[in-house]
């Protein structure tokens, strides 16, 4: 039955309304004469437009503009007479440039379709030009053909990400790390290192990543590095954060897209996505509604005959309301649900070559993720306004194989463990702005977070019926204000600050196996963070940035002393330049970092297979990242390296340790390059692309007995779209030399210790998949 939404949600798209492509849309347009900066933000919100800027906006007053018009039109007379001029950069991309600089190139005009336009990012409380950020900070933006590929959550965002890891377990369970942050392999109660955000919201706090789709998304921002002043307590690593298409005002649009794959040696899947935008009250009021669903055919097969045992299905979706009850103010309601079930995990008990594993109970495992956001944003004067609150609920249900560990947990015969968790996450912030021009440019804010999780392990038998054997319930709460700011040292230098002081409160009980451990704790903190960049030309800066973050401690049973893990923080440098050189043509983004971690709070395994929280001593991390984007001509080359060494230097107990112990799961070196062409056929747009990605060998953990090598490896993919008046139709062969490297040599706690696991590439998968905006 839920296999057939696949199908419904690709018919659904008929019920879209047919309008003229988005180069000849006419929206309904209503801005007062507001400050510029505003007002150009109230044209995106309305129209659903990018609008990209050479420099700073100019503090000057916009042209009142209103009515049923074209985006360039509404632009054109915004800019009435100032000194600057909208320039087609892109399908629905606008780049603001002023009209004395065209005037010097008049011999050589900027045409329509000039490449390169600069990317607006929000991820810092903030709208900057990327090109101009002084901090290392990563943009993924969906492929202009359509789909990312075969996969389509983080995944797809890391394979072209330097710097950003994940784990392999199960859709829905995979752990993010950020520059080598990387505490353990395992899911357990430990806070999470990188902060995960849906637009103004935080989804988790010491969960897995949900594994999200990206379906609709306008881009990922991937802060690098510790941002405690902007995020609070546990973004050591980082801040991964997903930014939605909002509804569109006064337009009527839609997009839906049908696929199918085959995986070499597995099973047929296929997938569907559907988005519908309609206006509800003329220029006042629009809805966004999108849908998926995607099923995995699975390649793992059981010893007992079972074929493709992890096969899995994911269904969701979005719906979201924009209201703009006043000039330059917007209410966003958004609601998100996503289910993802597999019916096995995807390990192996063999050597990682072969797909074929011999547990003899099957291990299911379901997810689901929901959230409640709203927003309101507006002018008050000069400032921006800016007040969010979101809700968001995961749920976990987890089988594992327990009857290797039946001794140790009190039980004979085969033995099963089922991990039942419940996460909720309350995230409430309000933020006063200054205009983004301005000399002196500064967010303060206030915010406050609540995390409860639930979690309880029930244990059966062939001899035992089922029964608790696990408790958790946990409430951490974070009150906090927030300040961030940059002020013109001179016309090219600049200097940034940043604090957050913030109260934590963390409230523990944890039960296993009768005994029983209650903690409460308040811990009161302060992270600064600091910058210099240096903007030696235009769209080229160099930066020296210095960030930090921590998070809270816990119960830890093991620990006589104090029954507690302790507070963990980390420090880091960077010092970074980006560029934008061969008339915005190449950018180039590169650095270096340094980074100390004391106290690291790490999960790791106990005798029973269950994950418990302890301090593991202090780590340092020293690396470089560079990456480049190029467009000459019809061509566009991506590449990126990373390398980094993020070692384990002293134990617990401050002494050194006698070997080289490397932090889990990220690799010191890491590699990746795209290629692709653009040409016609016809009034078809083709474009051929091939694209690798260079994994460095890793290790999995640094607990004695565990630190199991993960090899390197190298996937090779491979594709080709033809685009014709919205119509995409796309081929996509990923894995192309069909490897079977190990890519996570971990899949069952209870049997780890005994048995060695490994979780092999996806084999090489043919996608064939059909899309059309209307």
């Not at 306004?385 to 140790?408: E, Y």
């Not at 009161?524 to 401690?553: D, M, W």
Request: aromatic share 6%; proline share 5%; charged share 20%.
């Amino acid at each position: 039955m839920r296999y057939g939404l696949t199908a419904a949600l690709a018919a659904s798209v008929a019920l879209c309304p047919q309008t003229a492509e988005a180069r000849d849309t006419s929206y309904q347009v209503s801005i007062g004469a507001i400050d510029l900066a505003d007002a150009l933000a109230t044209l995106t919100a309305q129209t659903g437009i990018s609008v990209a800027t050479d420099g700073p906006i100019p503090r000057q007053r916009s042209a009142a503009v209103r009515g049923r018009m074209s985006a360039r039109e509404a632009l054109d007379r915004m800019l009435r007479g100032s000194d600057l001029r909208a320039v087609r950069a892109g399908e629905l991309t606008y780049r603001i440039v002023r009209r004395k600089h065209l005037a010097r190139t008049v011999s050589a005009p900027e045409p329509d379709d000039a490449v390169g336009p600069d990317i607006v990012i929000t991820a810092r409380k903030q709208s900057e030009a990327l090109s101009k950020v002084a901090a290392p900070v990563a943009v993924y933006v969906p492929d202009d053909n359509g789909r990312p590929g075969v996969e389509t959550g983080s995944r797809a965002v890391a394979t072209g990400t330097e710097g950003l890891t994940l784990t392999n377990t199960t859709p829905g369970r995979d752990r993010l790390f950020i520059r080598g942050i990387a505490d353990s392999p395992f899911n357990g109660f430990s806070q999470s290192t990188v902060s995960i955000q849906v637009d103004d919201g935080r989804t988790t706090y010491d969960a897995p990543d949900p594994g999200l789709r990206l379906v609709d998304i306008a881009r990922v921002e991937v802060l690098k590095g510790p941002q405690g002043p902007l995020y609070g307590t546990g973004a050591l690593g980082g801040v991964f954060r997903i930014v939605t298409n909002r509804p569109v005002l006064g337009v009527a649009i839609g997009e839906g897209s049908l696929g199918f794959s085959s995986v070499s040696a597995g099973g047929l899947g296929g997938d569907s996505e559907a988005m519908v935008n309609v206006p509800l009250v003329s220029d006042r009021i629009a809805a966004r509604v999108v849908a998926y669903a995607a099923a995995d055919g699975g390649w793992i097969d059981d010893a007992s005959g079972k074929r493709n045992a992890n096969r899995s299905l994911t269904y969701g979706g979005r719906a979201m309301l924009r209201i703009a009850p006043a000039d330059g103010w917007t209410v966003d309601l958004t609601g998100l649900f996503q289910s993802v079930s597999a019916r096995d995990s995807q390990y192996v008990d063999r050597d990682a070559d072969d797909l074929t594993r011999s547990v003899p109970i099957r291990e299911p495992r379901v997810g689901r993720v929901r959230m409640t956001q709203g927003t309101i944003a507006g002018p008050i004067g000069t400032l921006q306004l800016t007040a969010a609150t979101s809700l968001t609920w995961q749920d976990q249900d987890d089988l594992f194989d327990a009857t290797v560990s039946a001794a140790a947990l009190g039980t004979t015969g085969p033995t099963t463990y089922r991990d039942l968790r419940a996460y909720r996450v309350f995230d409430q912030e309000v933020r006063l702005s200054s205009s983004s021009d301005a000399r002196f440019s500064w967010v303060v804010g206030a915010s406050y977070l609540a995390a409860v999780t639930r979690a309880s392990g029930i244990l059966s038998s062939a001899t035992q019926p089922a029964a608790p054997f696990f408790e958790l319930h946990r409430k951490v709460t974070e009150a906090a204000l927030f300040a961030d700011g940059s002020f013109d040292l001179s016309s090219r230098l600049r200097l940034a600050t940043g604090v957050r002081v913030f109260r934590a409160t963390t409230d523990d009980e944890r039960t296993e196996d009768i005994s029983q451990a209650v903690r409460s704790k308040s811990l009161p903190g302060v992270t600064p963070s600091a910058s210099l960049s240096y903007q030696f030309a235009a769209n080229r800066v160099v930066y020296l940035r210095v960030g930090t973050a921590l998070r809270p401690g816990g119960i830890d049973q093991a620990n006589l002393k104090t029954g507690r893990y302790d507070a963990d923080q980390v420090t880091s440098i960077d010092l970074g330049t980006r560029l934008r050189l061969d008339g915005g043509r190449l950018s180039l983004d590169g650095g270096v970092f340094a980074s100390s971690w004391h106290d690291i709070q790490s999960d790791y395994l106990e005798p029973t297979g269950l994950i418990a929280t302890r301090n593991a001593g202090t780590a340092a991390n020293i690396g470089g990242e560079i990456s480049a984007d190029w467009q000459p001509g019809s061509w566009r080359l991506k590449a990126g390296a990373t390398w980094q060494r993020p070692r384990l230097t002293r134990g617990v107990d401050g002494s050194d340790l006698p070997t080289d112990r490397r932090l889990p799961v990220v690799p010191d070196v890491a590699a990746r390059i795209y290629i692709r062409r653009d040409f016609s056929i016809g009034e078809w747009r083709v474009s051929p692309q091939i694209a690798a990605n260079l994994t460095g060998a890793s290790r999995l953990s640094f607990d004695a007995g565990l630190d199991r090598r993960i090899p390197g490896y190298v996937v090779g993919r491979a594709g080709v779209a033809a685009d014709r008046d919205g119509l995409v139709i796309r081929l996509d062969v990923d894995n192309v030399l069909d490897g079977r490297a190990d890519t996570f040599a971990f899949g069952n706690p209870f049997s780890i210790g005994s048995i060695r696991q490994y979780t092999p590439l996806r084999p090489r998968t043919f996608s064939v998949s059909l899309s059309k905006r209307f």
